[in-house]
């Protein structure tokens, strides 16, 4: 019994030491510097999905789920077939319908040639921003930017 508790328990300090890694690797994604300095490319491509031009990613009113970070590529993001915005590389979106829980408000595209993401579940972006605050305040500041920018589109000239 007791070879048994131990396996267990070495078995779960495995798998907590590997998703912890994988944290600190989409970590780097938010730094200063962006994920091409603060992430080595060879670990990003255990996480990183080649998506071929045109692909829908999510559509509006979809089901939250996890949020991506645009590596290479564009992804236009329109609702009710407006366009909104066109994400570029080192940008990151869906982050909104992840952090409450709500359905998708948009619909991301990938626009132009192929597109490279990675995509993040909400335990690594919690675990992120519960360790990192520099990386909160960064999102906070991205968040209210991108608000203040709807906005003035919405005001009009």
Same mark, same amino acid.
């Given at each position: 019994?007791?070879?048994?508790?131990?396996?267990?328990?070495?078995?779960?300090?495995?798998?907590?030491?590997?998703?912890?890694? $994988?944290?600190l690797v989409l970590r !780097? @994604?938010?730094?200063?510097?962006? *994920?091409?300095?603060?992430? +080595? =490319?060879?670990?990003?491509?255990?996480?990183?999905?080649?998506?071929?031009?045109?692909?829908?990613?999510?559509?509006?009113?979809?089901?939250?789920?996890?949020?991506?970070?645009?590596?290479?590529?564009?992804?236009?993001?329109?609702?009710?077939?407006?366009?909104?915005?066109?994400?570029?590389?080192?940008?990151?979106?869906? $982050?909104?319908?992840?952090?409450? !829980? @709500?359905?998708?408000?948009?619909? *991301?595209?990938?626009?132009? +040639? =192929?597109?490279?993401?990675v995509p993040i579940n909400?335990?690594?972006?919690?675990t992120i921003l519960r360790?990192?605050?520099?990386?909160?305040?960064?999102?906070?500041?991205?968040?209210?930017?991108?608000?203040?920018?709807?906005?003035?589109?919405?005001?009009?000239?």
């Amino acid at each position: 019994m007791y070879y048994t508790f131990a396996a267990l328990l070495f078995g779960a300090e495995v798998m907590a030491a590997a998703w912890r890694r $994988e944290t600190l690797v989409l970590r !780097g @994604l938010f730094g200063e510097t962006g *994920a091409r300095d603060g992430v +080595a =490319a060879g670990l990003l491509d255990r996480f990183a999905q080649e998506l071929p031009a045109g692909r829908v990613i999510f559509r509006e009113g979809d089901p939250d789920g996890a949020m991506f970070y645009l590596l290479s590529g564009a992804v236009a993001l329109t609702k009710n077939g407006q366009a909104l915005r066109t994400m570029q590389a080192g940008e990151y979106f869906g $982050e909104m319908s992840m952090l409450l !829980g @709500l359905p998708r408000t948009a619909t *991301a595209t990938v626009a132009g +040639a =192929a597109a490279r993401v990675v995509p993040i579940n909400r335990g690594n972006f919690d675990t992120i921003l519960r360790e990192n605050p520099g990386v909160v305040k960064k999102i906070l500041k991205e968040m209210a930017l991108r608000l203040k920018a709807t906005s003035e589109q919405l005001r009009g000239p």
